[in-house]
Structure formats: C-alpha cells, structure tokens
C-alpha cells in the first residue's frame, strides 16, 4: 500500500451517527416523525475519499432510505450497497447525450425503480411526459441564489399547472417527489422570494427556503384542484446547507413540509481526527549539498535524506482548486505561497513528526520526491523520532473532495 486512507471505524461511525441524530431532531423536532423528512446522505465524486461503494454501505448502517449521488454515472457504483431510493442531482437533460446513453442503461436496470432524476431546465420539464419512461420519479428544481441550476418560480408555476403536466401524474406517467433546492454555503444577501412575518434574526437561506415553500404548495395546490393524486413525497422539500438552527427554524415556520436535508461534507468529513491520509516511504537515498536529484535535477541546498514516498498528483497530493481567500490573512497567505513556489520552493502535504518537509521537485504521478535536512533529522531524532526508513509512513494533507487512495483501511 503506498497512499491509503487509514480510519478509526469506531469513531468515525460515532460521528455520522451523532449527525444523523442531530439533523433528525432539527428536521422532525421531539416528535420524531419520519413523515416530516429525515437527512439524506450525499455519495457522490469520489466519495469524499472513502469511496462511494464504503459511503453505500455506511448509509445503510445509518438507517436511512434516501441517498444522494451527483451524476447518473454514479448510480450503478451505489446501487448494490443500499437498497434504498437514490436521487440524481445532476440535471436530467437529453441534450445531454453522454449522459442520456447512460440514463438508457439505468432505466432498463432492476434498480430503476428506486431512481429519481432531477429536473431543473423549465424548457425540459415542458416535455417530460414525452421523454421519460413511464413510471419515472422526478424532483423539479428551484433557482435559489445559488444560481447554478434551476427554474423560476413563474415557470414552475405554470408547468406544473399545464395540461400535459396533469395528465402524465394522473395517468402515472410521471410520479412527483418533491421540489429541490441547492443553497449556497455562504449567506445570501438578496432572495428573489420573500415571506412575511417572519421571526427577527430568520437567516435569509431560511427566508428564501420558506418563499419556495410557499411556491410550492400554490404549485401542488393546483394538482389538488384538478383532483390528481400525488405521491407520498411530493410536497417533500430537498434542501442543501441549512444548519441544525436553519432546519429547527424552518419546522417552527412551515410546521407540515416534509424537508429532506441532503448532507455531504458535514457527514462523511466532520471528524477529521478520524481519517489520516499516509504515504508510504518507498525509498531513503543520504544526499549531500549541491547533490541534484529527479526530473529536473535540482541540487540539495545541504546535507539529508532524500524521501521517495507514495502519493502523488494520480492521488491528487498537492492538488488544490483556486483559492477562495477573503480576509487579508488568507491573502497574504496564498500571495506569500506563490512568491515561493515562484522561487522553485514549495512544502509538500507530507509531515514528519510535527513538520511539513519541503518538496525536491514537483510530485510525480503516483510519488513525491521530499527533503529531510540534516538538522532537521537531528532535531527530530532528539525529539524521539527514529530515522526514516522504507515501510514506514508519513502523515498527508490532503484535500478529501480530490484525494484518490491505493486502499481505505477501517480499523476495527
């Protein structure tokens, strides 16, 4: 094994439990009852790290009946490991030709039942009763502030009051599961639907979450006029990045919906004490100064150790997405982590005892080439540590969403 993901199974599953039952209170209250929603676990990319078939499996020890994956491409690696119904996030769009081949194989699977798509393109909801099997399970998609996917409220308005709308749920061509919205982490400054009333300090993700509510249920409204029976779910709201507050908050203003609170990060990542990422040293080469080493041959700026550890860009090891710095010390960070990096520097995620050690050049694609100065092996050493040497592991930095492992090790 030479990058893997080791994890304390015990307090990790502590973890997602006491998650679940926070967010099960938040969402139902002392009441406890299922028919006003539950969390719905998120699997999607590469699992967080661990793997969507380990997050499956998970999620049917946590005892629910929804998971979430991003794209349909997705559904056939989690479908085995929960048993559950799984929705799609990723827009449903036949345009999309990729994904609509591979939509044609999901829907002549045994598990198509259990599938819902996510509609979220005004124009593609208009034609659905044409497009999709019969029996399909849709959530349509509101446009929040996030304003990546979704339809306006007017549009939802009046495609769910059209006529071939109302004559594919009735005649169960298409079977409606509820109103999606993806909400942005940070809080929005502008809503484009307002409530009245509300309770001083309401954020205004809730304020917006209860402005589709309300659009929602004048949008059910008009099914129930045309005496269309809809499915269980359908008044379900499925909701992103609300806290426990947020939820709690939402229960005391719409007391009735049913809110489903799709979860990811918070679930699979919050205990980061569980989860190490560990490289495994493949080779120990003593170096002296102005000793040049690897592709680029770059020398060695004093006497050490030259580390050859598994984990490298394949694995996603320093691989990092643009910066989302907003304060000046997060500025100042990533402007003084350029100017070395400029400079031919750069520490890697790799730590030996409590420090970073410095890349020796760029990670290769399956390795990292690492300097271990001769002063900072004594000082390690005279700390307790014991010299380097292969078999041995390093601890890794790594950004979860990113990392790719050789292995997933629960321990007991």
């Not at 599938?115 to 044409?130: F, P």
């Not at 040293?281 to 170096?287: G, N, Y």
Request: glycine residues 10%; proline residues 5%.
């Amino acid at each position: 094994m030479t990058f893997t993901l080791q994890v304390d199974g015990p307090a990790w599953r502590q973890h997602t439990a006491s998650v679940r039952d926070a967010l099960r209170t938040a969402i139902r209250g002392e009441s406890g009852r299922a028919r006003l929603g539950d969390l719905v676990p998120v699997a999607k990319g590469n699992g967080y790290g661990l793997g969507l078939g380990h997050l499956a499996t998970e999620a049917t020890r946590l005892g629910v009946d929804r998971l979430a994956v991003g794209t349909v491409f997705e559904v056939d690696q989690v479908a085995g490991a929960f048993d559950g119904d799984i929705l799609v996030m990723s827009p449903w769009d036949p345009r999309d030709t990729v994904a609509a081949a591979v939509w044609k194989d999901v829907d002549a699977g045994g598990y198509a039942p259990r599938v819902i798509r996510t509609i979220s393109d005004a124009d593609t909801a208009k034609t659905l009763h044409n497009d999709l099997p019969a029996g399909s399970r849709i959530v349509l998609e509101g446009i929040t502030s996030m304003r990546r996917f979704g339809i306006m409220e007017n549009e939802l308005l009046s495609i769910v009051g059209g006529d071939s709308f109302h004559s594919a749920i009735a005649q169960g061509r298409l079977q409606l599961e509820g109103l999606a919205l993806h909400l942005p982490l940070a809080m929005p400054e502008v809503h484009h639907v307002s409530a009245t009333k509300l309770p001083r300090g309401t954020s205004t993700r809730v304020i917006e979450v209860q402005g589709w509510a309300k659009t929602w249920r004048a949008a059910l409204e008009q099914l129930l006029a045309a005496q269309i029976p809809l499915a269980d779910n359908a008044t379900a709201l499925w909701v992103s990045h609300l806290s426990d507050d947020e939820l709690e908050s939402l229960r005391g203003l719409e007391p009735d919906a049913t809110v489903n609170a799709r979860v990811g990060t918070r679930l699979w990542l919050g205990n980061g004490d569980a989860l190490s990422a560990r490289g495994t040293i493949l080779a120990v080469h003593p170096i002296g100064r102005r000793f040049a080493v690897g592709y680029r041959q770059r020398k060695a700026s004093s006497d050490g150790l030259l580390l050859v550890v598994g984990g490298g860009t394949s694995h996603g090891v320093a691989m990092a997405a643009p910066t989302p710095a907003t304060s000046l010390r997060q500025r100042a960070i990533a402007a003084g982590t350029g100017a070395l990096e400029a400079t031919g520097r750069s520490r890697s995620p790799f730590q030996w005892g409590d420090k970073l050690l410095w890349f020796a050049e760029p990670p290769h694609m399956q390795v990292s080439m690492l300097w271990l100065p001769e002063s900072s092996l004594r000082e390690g050493m005279a700390n307790g540590l014991r010299t380097p040497a292969v078999g041995d592991t390093l601890a890794c930095r790594v950004r979860h969403t990113t990392a790719l492992f050789d292995a997933v090790i629960f321990d007991a």
